[in-house]
């Protein structure tokens, strides 16, 4: 009987650290910026409920993050006219391509 009480026990609480960690406000990983070979930015669990401006355009992003990310050209997150955001999934990284410009903010993707 003690190996399954420890069992139920351990799993019990597995499911309490994935449900605490479902309702956080920081993305658990880290995201880097770099412009051409450079690292411009690291951030470290960043809030995910807001804008994130870069401190100057970038050409890759490497997201590490247990969450997917929207890449804008904007420094407010907001899609110029006739412009889109790239999406980055988890665990990616892209490179911008030249028509679209440098990465200047992200968000996090709802979902």
């Known amino acids: 009987m003690p190996p399954s009480r420890l069992l139920a026990a351990l799993t019990g609480i597995t499911l309490l650290g994935v449900a605490l960690t479902a309702c956080q406000d920081q993305a658990s990983g880290q995201i880097v910026a770099r412009n051409g070979f450079r690292i411009v930015q690291t951030l470290s669990n960043p809030p995910i409920h807001r804008c994130h401006r870069f401190p100057e355009g970038v050409t890759h992003v490497n ?4 969450s997917s990310l929207l890449l804008y050209t904007t420094p407010d997150c907001t899609v110029p006219p006739g412009g889109q955001s790239s999406y980055l999934d988890i665990g990616a990284s892209d490179r911008v ?8 903010s992200f968000s996090f993707a709802p979902g």
Do not use: K, P
């Not at 997201?63 to 247990?66: F, G, L, M, P």
């Not at 391509?97 to 200047?104: C, F, I, K, S, Y």
């Open 63 to 66: 997201n590490q993050t247990q």
């Open 97 to 104: 391509v030249r028509a679209t410009g440098l990465w200047h």
